[in-house]
């Protein structure tokens, strides 16, 4: 399905839900959609591109280093039905692309990496990444509880990798396609904003003030071209 | 090597395709004369598919929208920012000021926050009213007239709210405030500061048929591509070539001086092209710099010649002096109120707030002058990168450990989405002649023109200011139930005020007023010492205001490009 009919698709659903709740149509309101081509540089420069074409022949880890990111990865965020887990939402590649992008990175990652195997061979004579699941969470559990009252640069160095490793692939998964279907994140699309739905505001014990509606868009008018009297009241 | 001459002559040469340069271009060009408009960097459309962020995904890049090319992250659409490759700007020690460029048509209105406050009757007449910095030249009942026309040709959103020195205008109808600013509104009456809708510049409604109207994706900043926000190509410099202008763009054309002639009068602009690196020259009648302000006193301090041997327009050698930006700082709050979202609509809305807070303070309660306003932002926006870092951490709020992992990090990222809610305290600080910027000598850019060198400080007023944001933020937040995050600012961090330049409004360096002596151009923006020269951009502002500057200079570059009409049809200039 290509991106433009999708978002058509979306719309119509955002749209048919809207109407059903205002109690209005708004079909013929419906907002423009901008021609969205399919590009693949997501709006690069020239020299940014040629930046990204770089950073990609880069190489930070080896294969078994993907292989490790990847496992710990999936211990840190379990993949669960129906949106997948860190490897559908391409959480390695992800990881290290920003390894090389924020070099300030490389150090904690390439370092925690190599703790990671060796304390691992250290207590169970195995790799972190052949090393049953319950050996790897006995890894983790060791490491994956930070003082938040202290400052990370001041805490072990495993402490400080495993952090930044949770950041990334909670991250890392939460802006990939499978990530944003499990949030539930329903904006980056075009649609009429008219407010919060009535069940959201009772849930959160608030409520829209009439008076201040009353000046809000009336979205059945969107399209009618603005005219006002001298004095700037609003005629259309 | 030769510099290269252009053999026409144009009515006006505008420097710089922003706020300034762009209202100039399409009022002048509409008028019917013949316009230059020469921008440093290369051409920009919204629509264009190939440079368009608007409406893509974190997962289309594989940084995921990270800020390590563009500092205000990568959809951000701004080409340049508070660096650009092979043009430094240097400081005199022990003064800081960030200065952010926008190499590209349209400049800084591409990715602006839309926020489109006029300026009040009393922030035309600060020195009157307590004593800081100079009266303008000019007061509201000037510029009025220029702001309602704005209004009408560029729409913005907002209400009639009869405030004294907020004034109403012509409005488009605001959109409906999102949950987290229904929290703010009630967190903030509960202090007695008062909300009122935003007041910014997306079309939520048509106003004609060139531009589409808002579609609520939340991504001004992106530039729209239906143009339902106002960036000076989009509404200003394309509508006047569709409407048979003349016109001709330079783009990637990096302007070295102003060129004077024997009476010392301009004869055009000089530049360099990006592309041959060769030196052109370009003739015109008049001249309008409006290239930003400290853009603009740089090509003045450069222009040196016999006649003007400190540099154009600077007998008063004030050229570059009282350089001011808004006052800034921050504060965010983790509300448990907003905690367990229902993720089952869009709130998007439009880019940035609906709802703020105007100055409401008593000055003649409060240790320092003037005010600022205040923005909120927050909801459940778009994931990018930094998205779920520390993702329980809010878990130290309820007693429960932070950290871990597992399948219950999903239930903490979905428990606490769109809970935080922020603050950013926008002010007026005092136009001081003492900070400034200046040619440095020592360096020059890659195109070998002299940069600027910064000497900025801020003073206790605006510190004091700071401190007094810190303190209405920590109480918005305990009004709200919430809990502030991170240390609140001391003394010895100045209270959170941000670096001077940081908010990126950048205003004064070309003063106006009525005497040569203490002001560089005259109350039309016109240069005390050649009269064909004006200043279409922030550099004219005595003060700032409590407001942000971008309608104020588009008034004032539509009501000095009527002045400039005139005097060229009365042959004067």
């Given amino acids: ?236 | 090597m030769q510099i290269i001459e252009n053999g026409t002559v144009y009515d006006v040469i505008i420097v710089g395709s922003g706020a300034g340069g762009g209202m100039a271009t399409k009022i002048l060009a509409d008028a019917g004369f013949k316009v230059a408009v020469v921008e440093a960097g290369p051409f920009f459309d919204p629509a264009d598919p190939k440079t368009m962020t608007q409406l893509k995904w974190p997962y289309e890049s594989p940084r995921r929208g990270a800020n390590t090319d563009r500092a205000f992250g990568e959809w951000d659409m701004s080409w340049g920012d508070w660096e650009v490759e092979g043009e430094p700007y240097t400081h005199a020690e022990g003064t800081n000021f960030m200065w952010w460029r926008s190499r590209m048509l349209g400049g800084r209105t591409n990715h602006w926050g839309r926020i489109s406050l006029r300026f009040g009757p009393k922030d035309f007449k600060g020195k009157t009213r307590d004593g800081y910095g100079e009266d303008w030249p000019i007061g509201y009942e000037d510029i009025k007239p220029y702001y309602d026309k704005l209004d009408k040709l560029i729409g913005v959103f907002g209400t009639k709210e009869g405030l004294e020195n907020d004034p109403d205008g012509f409005f488009l109808p605001p959109p409906k405030p999102r949950l987290h600013e229904l929290f703010y509104i009630n967190g903030a009456r509960k202090t007695g500061i008062p909300v009122i809708p935003s007041r910014m510049s997306m079309l939520t409604k048509r106003i004609n048929k060139d531009r589409g109207v808002c579609f609520y994706c939340g991504q001004c900043s992106r530039s729209c591509s239906v143009y339902a926000d106002f960036s000076a190509g989009s509404c200003l410099i394309f509508p006047a070539q569709k409407n048979g202008g003349q016109v001709d763009l330079f783009v990637n054309c990096m302007v070295r001086e102003v060129t004077t002639n024997e009476e010392g009068k301009a004869t055009g602009v000089s530049y360099i092209h990006k592309e041959d690196r060769k030196e052109y020259k370009l003739k015109g009648k008049v001249v309008v710099l409006a290239a930003s302000a400290c853009s603009s006193a740089r090509i003045l301090l450069n222009s040196k010649s016999k006649q003007h041997p400190n540099g154009l327009g600077n007998s008063s050698d004030l050229v570059g002096r009282y350089l001011l930006d808004s006052t800034g700082a921050s504060a965010a709050g983790f509300i448990p109120g907003l905690m367990n979202r229902k993720v089952t609509y869009n709130e998007d809305g439009v880019g940035g707030m609906h709802v703020y807070s105007p100055w409401w303070g008593d000055n003649s309660k409060l240790d320092f002058p003037r005010g600022y306003h205040i923005e909120v932002w927050g909801g459940m926006r778009q994931p990018n990168y930094g998205f779920g870092f520390n993702v329980n951490d809010f878990n130290r709020f309820f007693g429960l450990k932070v950290g871990g992992y597992g399948d219950r990090l999903r239930e903490d990222v979905k428990k606490y989405y769109g809970s935080v809610i922020g603050f950013g305290g926008r002010g007026e600080g005092i136009a001081r002649k003492e900070n400034y910027c200046e040619i440095d000598p020592t360096t020059v850019d890659r195109y070998g023109i002299p940069v600027l060198r910064f000497n900025y400080k801020w003073s206790d007023l605006e510190i004091k200011q700071a401190k007094h944001m810190q303190d209405t933020f920590e109480e918005l937040i305990h009004n709200m139930g919430g809990h502030l995050l991170g240390e609140k600012p001391g003394k010895d961090q100045q209270y959170g005020l941000l670096a001077p330049g940081q908010i990126i409004h950048e205003v004064g360096t070309t003063r106006m007023g009525d005497d040569p002596k203490t002001s560089v151009t005259n109350k039309y923006q016109q240069l005390h010492d050649v009269d064909n020269v004006f200043i279409t951009d922030a550099g004219p502002f005595v003060s700032q205001a409590d407001k942000n500057c971008t309608w104020t200079i588009l008034a004032l570059s539509w009501r000095a490009s009527d002045y400039i009409i005139e005097q060229l049809k009365q042959l004067n200039i």
């Fill in chain 1, 1 to 236: 399905m290509d991106r433009r009919k999708s978002i058509q698709t979306i719309l119509l659903g955002a749209g048919a839900s809207a109407a059903a709740f205002y109690g209005c149509t708004m079909g013929s309101e419906a907002p423009e959609i901008p021609a969205l081509e399919k590009t693949n540089f997501f709006g690069r420069t020239p020299e940014e591109l040629e930046r990204l074409e770089k950073l990609n022949a880069e190489q930070l880890f080896d294969a078994h280093e993907m292989e490790t990111i990847g496992v710990l990865s999936t211990v840190i965020l379990p993949p669960r039905a129906p949106h997948g887990g860190p490897i559908e939402a391409e959480v390695p590649e992800f990881i290290e692309f920003m390894g090389k992008d924020i070099p300030e990175l490389e150090l904690t990652l390439l370092g925690g990496l190599m703790w990671l195997d060796h304390k691992c061979n250290t207590e169970f004579g195995t790799e972190f990444k052949s090393a049953t699941l319950e050996q790897q969470q006995a890894i983790c559990d060791q490491i994956c509880w930070h003082n938040p009252d202290v400052p990370l640069e001041e805490q072990a160095l495993e402490i400080q990798f495993f952090v930044l490793m949770r950041n990334l692939v909670v991250c890392g998964y939460y802006t990939s396609k499978v990530g944003i279907a499990d949030l539930g994140y329903k904006g980056n699309m075009p649609n009429i904003w008219n407010g919060v739905p009535q069940d959201v505001l009772d849930q959160h014990g608030v409520a829209y003030d009439p008076e201040w509606i009353a000046k809000c868009v009336d979205q059945s008018k969107r399209n009618i071209a603005a005219e006002w009297d001298e004095d700037g009241n609003l005629l259309t």
